[in-house]
Structures are given as C-alpha cells and as structure tokens.
T-cell receptor, first 118, second 110 residues
C-alpha cells in the first residue's frame, strides 16, 4: 500500500525554539495533505489542510502564525511549530490522499511525531 | 453537537466475544465512512471503510452503515486480546477532510 513517511518520530525542544516536522508521500503524489494534533487520551483534531503551491487553510482556532505549513512539492509538506511552549507538546500526525483519488479512497497516515517542549 | 460522536468507553468484552462499536455523525451529506484502530503512541491504521447502506464484512470485522439514521457501527467477532486498542470512527467531507470521533477504547479480557 501507499506509504507516508513522517520525520522525526520524536523530538524534544526547549521552550521558545522552533521545530520542523516533515511529511513525505513515498510512492504517490499528493496535492493535499492534512495535519492533525492529538493530545493524550483525545482524538485526532484536524489542524490544517496543506495545499501544494498555495497557502494552507487552517481550522478554526488554530494559529496560522504559530503553525507554519509549507507544501513545496507534490510529495512533501512541512509543519513548523514556532516559538514552541509546553502546551504545544502533543502527537502530530500527517495524512495524504493520492493525487488521482476518488471520493472513496482511504487516507494514508504518517507514523506521527511526538513533540515534547521543556 | 460534535460532527462525529462515539462512546469513549472503555468497552470490556471477554476473549472470543463480539465487540460492538457505535458512531453517529451529524452531516447528512457525508458519503465515506471509516473505522481506524489506534494503539497507544501510534498512528491510526485503517480497519474498514464503508460507503453504501448495509453491511460490509472483512474477516472478523463487519461495518454497518445506516445513512437514514446517520449511524455507523463496527462489529468484531471472536475478539482477541490483541484487538485491545482505541477505535476511531471517521467521516470524510466532500473536501476530503477526515473528521474523527473521540474514539472508543476496547479492552478484550483473556
């Protein structure tokens, strides 16, 4: 099946620094990728839709200046958490649909990134 | 009202029993429905997808969809301890966004 690779799997950073998370589709192209955040014992909350060659669209309540998304190619989207604080500590997961997807196609998920801000 | 609702559980069943997981959704225009299994600290993995009213079976899993009632369920037959996980119901919008329920934690007792 299709593979989405997310890197790094774990990262610990100091408060106030920025962290970049990469999401790559390894064997298919994706004009759209999605970024989710999951706090402990909670579900996946959609943060934003990453659009290749254009600006990302953010869900209500998500700060676009804090969570910078870049979708520079059909196989790579990056999420940068800027000026991270301990409350940003969470599990971040990306997903993608193949370019030629129809409405009944499954999403493929990255392995997730566990971010801990100290 | 949440767009996708699930009972958080935990749902505890003995090994070999049938586990029944339920989900309701609010957007009547939704067309695609998915069940994911998630182990602690891991990404979700797809168990079943369903698009038409009725039942869909795959091995020990059966998904049921009733669009009139806006209801999706997942049955797991012959439950095994390895099935213990959180099960997430997801609904795909026309924009391809996947919206998840809060998940039901399943515990299968040996």
């Amino acid at each position: 099946g299709a593979v989405v690779s997310q890197h790094p799997s774990r990262v610990i950073c100091k408060s106030g620094t920025s962290v970049k998370i990469e999401c790559r589709s390894l064997d298919f192209q994706a004009t759209t990728m999605f970024w989710y955040r999951q706090f402990p014992k909670q579900s996946l909350m959609l943060m934003a839709t990453s659009n290749e060659g254009s600006k990302a669209t953010y869900e209500q309540g998500v700060e676009k200046d804090k969570f910078l998304i870049n979708h520079a190619s059909l196989t790579l989207s990056t999420l940068t958490v800027t000026s991270a604080h301990p409350e940003d500590s969470s599990f971040y997961i990306c997903s993608a649909f193949p370019l030629s997807t129809g409405p009944n196609t499954e999403a493929f998920f990255g392995q997730g990134t566990r971010l801990t801000v100290v | 009202q949440k767009e996708v609702e699930q009972n958080s559980g935990p749902l505890s069943v003995p090994e070999g029993a049938i586990a029944s997981l339920n989900c309701t959704y609010s957007d009547r225009g939704s067309q695609s429905f998915f069940w994911y299994r998630q182990y602690s600290g891991k990404s979700p993995e797809l168990i079943m997808s369903i698009y038409s009213n009725g039942d869909k079976e795959d091995g020990r899993f059966t998904a049921q969809l009733n669009k009139a009632s806006q209801y999706v369920s997942l049955l797991i037959r012959d439950s095994q301890p390895s099935d213990s996980a959180t099960y997430l119901c997801a609904v795909k919008r026309s924009s391809y966004k996947l919206i998840f329920g809060s998940g039901t934690r399943l515990l299968v007792r040996p």
